[in-house]
């Protein structure tokens, strides 16, 4: 069974600046696209990023260049460095990850728990 694991989540300043890390962690043999999705209350489940296993990030509108996102194969990580928050970026961050998993022939999406980052003016 495979499960992600977030970290990082908090509280920040305005103009701060946090870094989430997910690790998808059991029986994982090979990773996809993995991304970072947050939801603040009352509003949808947006997309941050996305990083896949090959090519081009994707980012949301909003994040306007304040976001990376990143990966570790070799530990099953995505990584979300986030710097001049701003009060709007307060929400629960999930992470989502496509994973193969062993004796599996197709990738299956997992979500993480989520963690909260929350933001002050």
């Known amino acids: 069974q495979v499960q992600l694991v977030e970290s990082g989540g908090g509280l920040a300043q305005a103009g701060g600046s946090l870094r989430l890390s997910c690790e998808a962690s059991g029986s994982v043999l090979s990773t996809g696209g993995m991304g970072w999705y947050r939801e603040a209350p009352g509003r949808q489940r947006e997309l941050v990023a996305f990083?896949?296993?090959?090519?081009?990030?994707t980012y949301g509108d909003f994040v306007k260049g304040r976001f990376t996102i990143s990966r570790d194969n070799a530990k099953n990580t995505v990584y979300l460095q986030m710097n001049s928050l701003k009060p709007e970026d307060t929400a629960v961050y999930y992470c989502?990850?496509?994973?193969?998993?062993?004796?599996?022939?197709?990738?299956?999406?997992?979500w993480g728990q989520g963690t909260q980052v929350t933001v002050s003016s």
């Open positions: 989502n990850a496509n994973i193969r998993e062993v004796g599996s022939a197709r990738y299956t999406g997992y």
């Open positions: 990083i896949p296993s090959r090519g081009t990030t």
